[in-house]
């Protein structure tokens, strides 16, 4: 394959297969709803978000959602927060996934490369209503909190189908969370039951839970019951676990039936998740089931060209939202490919084993994964049959231009690159992929259908091929339908739109591309601004990240001089390749790299080496924390972290004093 040329995509639908899209249909759909014919995209996008009722009345139909959509679609639709969507819907989420019925898979499990199972259509349907009935027998109703702290199994999946079927609302962690990172998470929403697993794998490693399990129910006095089970073992032990139980002794009373699905009204409480945590105590972030199916609906269906019978697999846990959004496949009529384990098992080949084993239409990892094999130059299209893989998505972190090239270089040519960007905070994506549009090198492809995206500079002014702030300018259904105990919405309002009235600012710092895409570099609370120049993080690590010697990176602005501080300077920490040590001859090779691609402003005036990066359980390096440490700061909340301990390389280095 030849190198990558600037002026030319990357890859290219072909005529038949963007024609054959779930998108090209909708297309067709929506041209004849609005009396026109849309040319491209961006038409059709601009009409998504100017005629917003009458494109979010579309998805519901296109998609066939079951339920009742009533006569009004937007209230109060120039208000943010405040729009009110579809307020007369009644529907049931779970009822919308498990519109299918049959001996296919619809469930398909790996634990590692050590345990492997699959459920049928009609077994998960069984399975949710043997839970959902067991869950009502304990009182559960309406609104109650249902938690799961289980890895990404068969049961965690059912089980949240079981709390939404009769109304309640779900919350999960996953098992590698401490103790306190889950009280910390659980214990603010009080759910009435949880399920837990006897452990999980890690790395060739069986990993117990039960007795974090214990600790942490110790301290929910809410809890009824819990729920723990089997993976590891036939029979774990669940002696000390306060109103515990097998989950087969929790469904023995009940017989599969048809399923009782509980209406309820569209922004009803389906999902409790968790913001990092790593400036406090988790925010409780509550999303809405109609908001969140409709939202999932379009990604799946229309950017990710997800059809019934494709088979969907993303590389996450349960305490990340990307399971949420996994887990909704279903409503696509897709089958699931679940996996709880290292990436990295079988020298990082296991997830390729798992597609070709599979018949994988849809590869979902995370930027970092990709780097990661990238460096071990590992060559998928060389060991593996990847024939069925239509796209492959990324997210968690900004996919760089070097790893674009390597996906169509090493692993697959055909293949519909999607970087995905969004957040817990919509439990979905602002811009991600396009089965309909060509992949530019280190670019999201577009957009989201029925999203307002714009990027503001400093005064709140939209721009147009410069950089600055992502907001979205109009309501949305999957914004939050607010925040967990947080009377009359003040933290709610202030995390999103303070910085510009009824504007969503979303944190990232970003730029619109003259193809229409965007790039993400970086959070923009983390840019870094030496001499006044405002500079993404992620422009750093693209160029320091390319050399063999570092594994990975992290950069900050340290305040200069510390005493009275008049600027900032960058400084760079580096994880090296074991064995490798930083001296001055890679220090210049870093700096040449970072200045010949970018600017002398970016160029380090430290480089740093260190043996580990912090970073959230979600896998998510913390520059706020690791400047917070430099600074002689205290990091408020640990149990956010998933290697905490790494904090105190960064304390009082000598490096930094002058």
């Not at 949880?194 to 129910?217: E, H, N, P, W």
């Not at 409503?331 to 079988?346: H, K, R, W």
Request: with cysteine.
């Amino acid at each position: 394959m030849t190198a990558a040329r600037a002026d030319r995509p990357l890859w290219t639908p072909s005529p038949e297969r963007a024609a054959g899209s779930l998108l090209a249909q909708f297309t067709a759909a929506a041209g004849a709803r609005a009396g026109r014919t849309f040319a491209s995209y961006d038409e059709l996008h601009r009409w998504s978000t100017d005629c917003s009722g009458d494109f979010w009345s579309l998805v519901w139909e296109f998609c066939g959602v079951e339920g009742v959509r009533g006569e009004r679609t937007l209230v109060d639709g120039d208000r943010m927060p405040g729009a009110q969507w579809f307020p007369d819907a009644r529907l049931n989420f779970a009822e919308n996934l498990l519109r299918r019925r049959g001996a296919g898979d619809a469930l398909v499990f790996w634990g590692e490369d050590r345990i492997k199972r699959r459920l049928s259509w009609d077994g998960l349907q069984a399975l949710v209503s043997r839970l959902a009935q067991a869950l009502r027998a304990e009182g559960v109703g309406k609104g109650d909190r249902v938690c799961g702290y289980l890895p990404n199994l068969p049961e965690s999946i059912a089980a949240m189908l079981a709390s939404s079927s009769i109304g309640a609302v779900w919350s999960s962690c996953s098992p590698d969370f401490g103790v306190q990172g889950v009280v910390d998470r659980f214990g603010q929403i009080e759910p009435k039951v949880m399920l837990c697993a006897d452990g999980y794998l890690f790395a060739g490693k069986q990993v117990d839970s039960l007795t974090d399990a214990r600790a942490i129910v110790d301290r929910l006095p809410t809890l009824a019951r819990v729920v723990v089970v089997p993976y590891l073992s036939e029979a774990p032990d669940v002696s000390g676990i306060r109103n515990g139980v097998m989950l087969e002794g929790f469904l023995a009373p009940f017989a599969a039936r048809a399923i009782e699905f509980e209406p309820v009204e569209f922004n009803h409480p389906l999902y409790i998740l968790y913001s990092s945590g790593t400036t406090g105590v988790p925010k409780c972030i509550v999303h809405g089931t109609g908001g969140t199916l409709l939202q999932h609906l379009k990604e799946h269906k229309l950017h990710s060209d997800v059809k019934p019978g494709d088979r969907v697999f993303y590389f996450t846990t349960l305490g990340w939202m990307m399971w949420n959004w996994l887990a909704s496949g279903l409503a696509a009529e897709a089958t699931l490919l679940l996996y709880d384990g290292s990436p990295f098992v079988n020298r990082g080949r296991v997830t390729f084993d798992y597609a070709q084993a599979e018949g994988m239409t849809h590869f979902g990892t995370s930027a970092k994964f990709i780097d990661a094999i990238a460096k071990i130059r590992l060559k998928p299209r060389e060991t593996h049959n990847l024939d069925t893989v239509r796209a492959i998505l990324s997210t968690g972190s900004p996919l760089g231009e070097e790893s674009f090239d390597y996906v169509y270089r090493d692993v697959k040519a055909d293949v519909c690159l999607s970087s995905i960007s969004g957040g817990t905070d919509i439990v979905s994506c602002f811009v991600l992929g396009n089965p309909m549009l060509p992949v530019w090198r280190g670019e999201i492809q577009s957009p989201g259908l029925g999203l307002k995206i714009e990027v503001f500079d400093e005064h709140g002014h939209p721009l147009r091929g410069g950089k600055g702030e992502l907001v979205c300018t109009r309501p949305f259904p999957s914004m939050p339908i607010g925040f967990w105990n947080d009377p009359g919405g003040a933290k709610y309002r202030a995390a999103y739109f303070e910085t510009y009235p009824n504007v969503w600012r979303h944190g990232d710092w970003c730029e619109i591309t003259e193809h229409g895409g965007l790039v993400i570099y970086g959070r923009s609370d983390a840019v870094l601004n030496p001499g006044g120049v405002r500079i993404g993080t992620a422009e750093i690590y693209r160029q320091v990240e390319q050399l063999d010697e570092v594994v990975e990176a992290l950069v900050i602005g340290q305040d200069w001089p510390p005493e009275k501080p008049k600027d900032v300077r960058v400084v760079l920490f580096v994880q090296l390749k074991e064995g490798i040590t930083l001296d001055e001859g890679l220090v210049a090779r870093i700096k040449q790299q970072i200045r010949t691609h970018t600017t002398p402003h970016h160029v380090p005036h430290k480089v740093v080496q260190v043996d580990a990066i912090p970073r959230t359980r979600s896998g998510k390096i913390v520059e706020l924390a690791v400047r917070d440490v430099v600074h002689g700061r205290s990091v408020k909340n640990l149990e956010a972290l998933a290697n905490p301990e790494a904090l105190d390389l960064y304390r009082n280095l000598p490096e930094l004093e002058a």
